[in-house]
């Protein structure tokens, strides 16, 4: 009996992230739901500039490399061509998504466009050696925060889920964490409905995952999730955002 | 063989686009090479407009009107702007009712026409474009009268179709005008 | 032949794109292109495609990219500043290989200059415009009816080539109204089995992508595009000989400042000058081996331009230093006069030029 396999939509192939990142989590996630709904041969993934660029070699679906910060305009790209069947989803980090690519991902939900956005925040920059990020918390010892983040200097970090929710357009904004297997197990259930929503012609859906950089964090894996629960997810609380659909229900 | 070049000027909102390409597309018509270049930018928002119209039996070279034949001044300063710009022995009709002052060259020869008081009284205000329009086809001949109505069913959106009859009514009275 | 209508060139741009078999156009507004998006806004809806109104040419050039990516015919239009911004995105594409039309109708600038006509995005559309090793095809039409042929033209050596066409325009070409008429477009088939369509589990996944790690794959990869750039240098350029055959002084000019040549010409002849004119429009690929063989024939060669001497550059080079080529130009949204341009051809006449 099988009890654990990789999921069809991710390839046999080697991983380049660092050793306890939870990028691998994360992929598996979005793969699992992939699998599930069925819609690998109708899905077409957006990677981003950053730590996941690389995406495009590990799913098994058809995939499009884009520039930093970009992700969300070339999904709306992707997805206007054919918007009956092409299923379109972007994994970007906290900069691409956060910093350079804010405008793309406002409008994109402004617009309500039917994508799927997966959001990883672990509040640095990972693939260029560890920079503050726009979600860097206050006091954050980074590379180019090396006295930590002084807000009186460089500003508070932005809470994408929050302020997204303030957008009629956002259909659908859930922030999760890959810290445990219950956050874990939430995060998959955050993401499959993410993906149904594209689905059921829903509109715009992001899925904020709250997860580590132990390389650049400077820690273990162990403490490194550690330093997540007691730093992050204070200042990042988990839940629910908007949801149309049971904003609708509740009415 | 000839090649004419008109000169429009006015304020923005006068029709002076419009009158234009009423005359671009007379020339179309009548099997001309035209072209037709709007000055474009802010004079939108009721600054000067003016527009080249170019109607040639050869092809157009550069659609700019630096020296028009033709010159047809709706406000003061177009005509002061433009007015020693017009060929030697070219034509310069005025919109009399707007510019009191008259033409100083006496090497053009000038049309007063108070196009707007006319286009009042005969309640189609705001065509004083085509009265002007309708005199300039009387004095140039190579322009003419033929192909008119033609040439004002193409340029009035079919929305406004009811507005063709008024169109060809402000150029008859530009016509006759003496 | 279908009816001829008076259209502006910007408008003939954007039926042309239509006829062509594009559905899709993303844009930012800007002066003086603006009437591309308000004629595909009003159209597109009308015939099952999508006009997309971006938050910036950044977000604007990266849509194209997107649907470049399913394979299928998209464009976008902008002015000077705007290119600059999309000038990311045209990188992009060149190194993921994505066919497109781009619109630059240029205004005078650098910086956010003015709105008036120019020709000074030269350099910036024939030498890249972008960073890294990259060509654009650059086709400058000089008349409405150009504005629409080079239009289906782009978008067919896109296809053809995988790589980005660009109409290089300026307000006066963009502006202007000529009598056009619009054929019917016929659309080769072109292979498309790179684009991202969804896999169907039917096959190995497609990836649209640009970067490449491994500095010898890398390498490889220039080496490649340079070659299909070769063929196109072989195959593509397109040029017009204006009254060439007894020329002793050949004008080089595209675009509106080709128009205001030829007036320029016309006197001169009037005046027993043997002047004539070779127009590039393919820009890029240029029309090295017109100018080499007029080299031979002329005694000297002016450059007419809207900007402070781009082309020239190529013109000498074309040339190989052999004859002396001068410049005859405005800048900064200013458009030379014939007058100016006969002096420049009287001038080169009376050797002038040596």
Not at chain 1, 126 to 141: D, E, I, R, W, Y
Request: with cysteine; aromatic share 8%.
């Amino acid at each position: 009996m099988v009890v654990f396999d990789k999921p069809k939509s991710l390839l046999d192939v080697p991983l380049h992230y660092c050793p306890g990142c939870t990028h691998g989590i994360i992929h598996r996630l979005v793969a699992e739901a992939i699998d599930e709904l069925g819609i690998e041969g109708q899905a077409i993934g957006v990677a981003p500039v950053g730590c996941s660029v690389l995406a495009y070699n590990y799913f098994s679906c058809d995939m499009v490399q884009a520039a930093h910060g970009r992700a969300p305009a070339v999904a709306t790209g992707l997805k206007r061509a054919d918007p009956d069947n092409h299923i379109v989803f972007t994994y970007q980090g906290d900069g691409d998504l956060a910093s350079i690519g804010m405008a793309e991902t406002v409008h994109a939900a402004a617009r309500n466009e039917n994508i799927t956005i997966i959001f990883v925040n672990n509040a640095i920059y990972g693939m260029t050696g560890g920079q503050m990020a726009p979600t860097s918390l206050p006091g954050q010892v980074t590379q180019t925060s090396p006295y930590g983040r002084d807000t009186s200097h460089c500003g508070f970090p932005v809470k994408v889920s929050e302020m997204l929710a303030t957008l009629d357009g956002a259909g659908y904004v859930e922030r999760v964490a890959v810290n445990n297997v219950k956050n874990v197990r939430n995060a998959k259930k955050a993401i499959k409905k993410a993906f149904q929503n594209q689905i059921d012609k829903k509109g715009f859906s992001l899925i904020e995952v709250v997860s580590t950089c132990p390389t650049n964090w400077g820690m273990t894996p162990i403490n490194a999730l550690k330093w997540l629960e007691d730093n992050m997810l204070p200042y990042y609380p988990l839940g629910v955002y908007k949801d149309r659909d049971a904003q609708k229900e509740a009415e | 063989m000839s090649t004419t070049q008109i000169l429009i000027a006015g304020f923005g909102g006068q029709g002076v686009l419009f009158a234009g390409k009423f005359l671009a597309y007379k020339g179309l018509i009548a099997d001309k090479q035209v072209s037709w270049l709007p000055s474009y930018g802010p004079e939108m928002r009721g600054g000067t407009a003016n527009c080249s119209v170019i109607i040639s039996d050869t092809p157009v070279g550069s659609p700019i009107v630096g020296t028009p034949d033709i010159l047809v001044a709706m406000n003061l300063p177009s005509l002061k702007k433009y007015e020693n710009d017009v060929a030697k022995g070219g034509i310069i009709i005025v919109d009399s009712a707007l510019i009191s002052e008259k033409v100083e060259r006496d090497d053009v020869t000038t049309y007063y026409v108070p196009a707007t008081k006319m286009a009042n009284d005969e309640g189609f205000a705001t065509l004083a474009n085509m009265i002007l329009m309708g005199k300039l086809m009387k004095v140039c001949e190579e322009i003419g009268f033929d192909g008119t109505e033609a040439a004002i069913n193409k340029v009035v959106p079919a929305k406004k179709a009811n507005l063709i009859e008024v169109n060809l009514k402000a150029l008859k009275t530009g016509y006759d005008f003496e | 032949m279908a009816e001829k209508v008076l259209m502006k060139g910007n408008e003939a741009i954007a039926e042309a794109a239509i006829l062509a078999g594009c559905r899709h156009y993303f844009g930012y507004p800007i002066t003086p292109q603006t009437e591309i998006a308000a004629y595909m806004a009003k159209k597109m809806p009308k015939i099952g495609g999508c006009f997309l109104q971006a938050e910036s040419e950044v977000a604007a050039i990266n849509m194209v990219y997107g649907v470049a990516g399913t394979g299928k015919r998209v464009m976008t239009s902008s002015s000077s500043p705007g290119i600059s911004l999309k000038s990311e995105g045209l990188s992009y594409m060149a190194g993921s290989d994505l066919p497109a039309l781009v619109v630059n109708v240029q205004r005078g600038g650098p910086g956010l200059g003015g709105i008036q006509p120019s020709q000074s995005d030269y350099f910036q559309a024939t030498k890249g415009g972008g960073h890294g090793d990259f060509k654009m095809i650059v086709l400058a039409p000089s008349s409405v009816q150009e504005m629409a042929s080079l239009t289906v033209k782009g978008f067919d050596l896109a296809d053809k080539y995988r790589m980005t066409s660009m109409i290089l325009a300026d307000g006066t070409m963009g502006q202007m109204m000529e009598p056009v008429s619009l054929e019917e477009v016929e659309v080769a088939d072109y292979d498309k089995s790179w684009a991202v369509t969804g896999t169907k589990c039917e096959r190995k996944h497609n990836i649209i992508n640009s970067l490449s790690l491994v500095p010898e794959e890398l390498e490889k990869l220039n080496f490649e595009r340079y070659e299909k750039y070769k063929t196109i240098e072989e195959n593509e350029v397109m040029y017009e000989e204006y009254m060439m055959d007894d020329a002793e002084i050949c004008v080089s000019a595209f675009g509106i400042a080709a128009r205001v040549a030829k007036n320029a010409i016309a006197m001169a002849r009037a005046e027993g000058i043997k002047v004539g004119m070779i127009r590039p429009i393919t820009l890029w690929p240029f029309p090295v081996k017109a100018f080499k063989a007029a080299a031979e024939k002329v005694n000297s060669f002016i450059s007419v331009e809207l900007s402070m001497g781009q082309m020239i550059d190529d013109i000498k080079a074309s040339t190989e230093y052999t004859k002396p080529v001068t410049l005859c130009n405005r800048a900064g949204g200013m458009i030379p006069s014939p007058e100016q341009v006969l002096e420049a051809i009287k001038k080169a006449n009376e050797g002038g030029n040596k």
